[in-house]
């Protein structure tokens, strides 16, 4: 927007009648006490003005009017004759016409200028674009409202979905499980607000398919609410059960009752004596006794009167569930429980309020585990998109709302390069085939990049259904037809790359 304002601001400086004027003239005098403030021209273009030696509309329109009263005067006194003031009168009208006539055309110039400026800023007509036959007809409208309604779920407006489905007339036929998307709304709202239950609690259920995909989402958050317990900001009981907020406990019900005994395995107790040493691999036989004090410590029932340290809490929670079921997290939990120890220990009980850890508190961390202090990489804004696409990959849905993708291409860039290039095409006399294909590639942002692209090493196209990738038994790939091209008839292929010849039937289709 800043070269449309320039360019605005050309055209109220070259706009006829705002240039100066003799302050001595009272008609010029009054029109200037009628213009607005913000169409004054700066002074900058004031001085040029005077340097060149060009005067403004008003400044040629007073000069002519000046000059007709004088030639009036004088012959009304009789001090000049008829004659010589009309020579004169004429010579003003003919000077007052050139300037007049170089303003307005600086003018309209500028103003040529502006309205290609908005052209280039606003958007352009689309018709022709794409076909308009994609978008008539019940199966594309019934798309589209699909789309719409997606997108309203995501954003969380059930009241617009209500609405919307009623007057569209859609049906649940095509629809995820009542209650999917608000499930994972209120849940990214709860992660947000730092409240990571039921976030915890999807994981836990969807546990054989979290481990499937090989995520982490479950040790992501098992490992943020045990930094919020042990930095303060989130109350648990001694033996690592997270008591609700008051809010949460309205909202959620009653809190579910978590005192079982959890037993320990050999697993478990070899890696808590690896947890003994330090990530430099030095013995640190104060912590790993206070560990051991911690998490051997009977809790006797949890009494509501029991003193315990925020460290006892954030220990006995890791025991409860970072059961190390799956190695590639073990090294990470060993500077986890570490930097847990580093932490000062502050006394409570289970009627107490959480006691969050002040920022001198927490300068005792050494800095090689500052990372666990980062917000950004232990909470909310890592684990927004974790969970998000986890949950939507168990759904069986895009990441992201199908019409927020198509806004954001679309309004990047890609539509307006699209118009470009059609444009020159038809000005061309070439016409677009828009056969499964745009006319021009498109540069995407890596997170709107949803599939990868084949190019042919040989004809430089790129692979499809119907030529698709090839890779013959060298190791190298081209498209099928390449493939066909190169064995002209034979039945077997030499590769373009290497000296190594193999038959075409040996060839198989790659997929990525």
């Not at 954003?155 to 569209?168: C, H, M, Q, R």
């Not at 470009?420 to 997170?447: C, F, I, Y």
């Not at 190594?500 to 198989?508: D, G």
């Amino acid at each position: 927007m800043d070269a449309i304002q320039k360019e605005v601001q050309r055209v109220i400086e070259k706009a006829p009648g705002l240039g100066l004027a003799p302050s001595s003239c009272p008609s010029s005098a009054a029109l200037a006490t009628t213009r607005p403030k913000a169409i004054k021209t700066s002074s900058k273009s004031k001085e040029k003005d005077k340097e060149v030696g060009n005067a403004s509309v008003m400044e040629a329109l007073d000069e002519l009017v000046a000059s007709l009263e004088e030639a009036k005067r004088g012959v009304a006194s009789g001090s000049k004759p008829a004659v010589q003031a009309t020579m004169q009168s004429r010579t003003a009208l003919a000077k007052a016409q050139k300037v007049v006539g170089e303003r307005h055309k600086e003018y309209y110039n500028a103003l040529s200028k502006l309205g290609k400026s908005l052209d280039k800023k606003f958007p352009m007509p689309i018709d022709g674009v794409a076909d308009a036959n994609l978008f008539k007809g019940d199966v594309a409208q019934a798309a589209l409202d699909r789309v719409v309604r997606d997108h309203l779920e995501r954003t969380g407006d059930w009241d617009a979905v209500g609405i919307f489905e009623k007057e569209a007339e859609l049906s649940s036929s095509d629809k995820l499980p009542p209650g999917t998307f608000q499930t994972m709304v209120e849940t990214i709202d709860d992660i947000k607000r730092g409240n990571l239950s039921r976030a915890i609690s999807w994981a836990e259920q969807e546990s054989d398919f979290l481990l499937a995909r090989g995520s982490h989402l479950a040790f992501a958050l098992h490992r943020s609410q045990m930094i919020r317990i042990a930095l303060g900001h989130v109350k648990a009981t001694a033996d690592g059960v997270v008591v609700p907020s008051r809010g949460a406990e309205e909202r959620d019900g009653q809190v579910d009752e978590e005192v079982d005994e959890i037993e320990e395995d050999d697993h478990f107790v070899e890696a808590q004596e690896r947890m003994a040493l330090d990530p430099d691999g030095e013995s640190v036989d104060a912590m790993s006794q206070s560990q051991h004090h911690f998490v051997n410590t009977d809790v006797d029932g949890d009494a509501p009167g029991r003193t315990y340290s925020n460290i006892e809490a954030a220990l006995h929670y890791g025991r409860r569930h970072f059961r190390p079921t799956q190695p590639a997290h073990l090294d990470e939990m060993k500077r986890l429980f570490t930097f847990i120890l580093f932490l000062p220990q502050v006394y409570q009980n289970r009627s107490s309020p959480p006691i969050p850890l002040s920022a001198a508190q927490l300068s005792v961390v050494p800095l090689s585990y500052h990372g666990f202090l980062d917000d950004a990489q232990m909470h909310s804004m890592s684990l927004l998109p974790l969970f998000q696409r986890e949950f939507t990959a168990r759904m069986g849905v895009s990441r992201d709302p199908p019409l927020k993708v198509a806004v954001e291409v679309g309004a990047g860039g890609a539509l307006n390069r699209i118009i470009k290039v059609k444009t020159l095409m038809k000005e061309r006399g070439n016409e677009w085939s828009q056969a499964d294909e745009l006319p021009v590639e498109v540069p995407l942002p890596p997170h709107l990049r949803f599939h990868s692209v084949f190019t042919c090493p040989v004809s430089k196209e790129q692979g499809t259904e119907e030529n698709p990738p090839t890779m013959m038994t060298c190791g190298h790939v081209v498209c099928l037809e390449s493939l066909n091209r190169l064995a002209k008839g034979t039945g077997r292929v030499k590769c373009p790359y290497c000296p190594i010849e193999s038959r075409t039937s040996e060839a198989k289709r790659v997929y990525f």
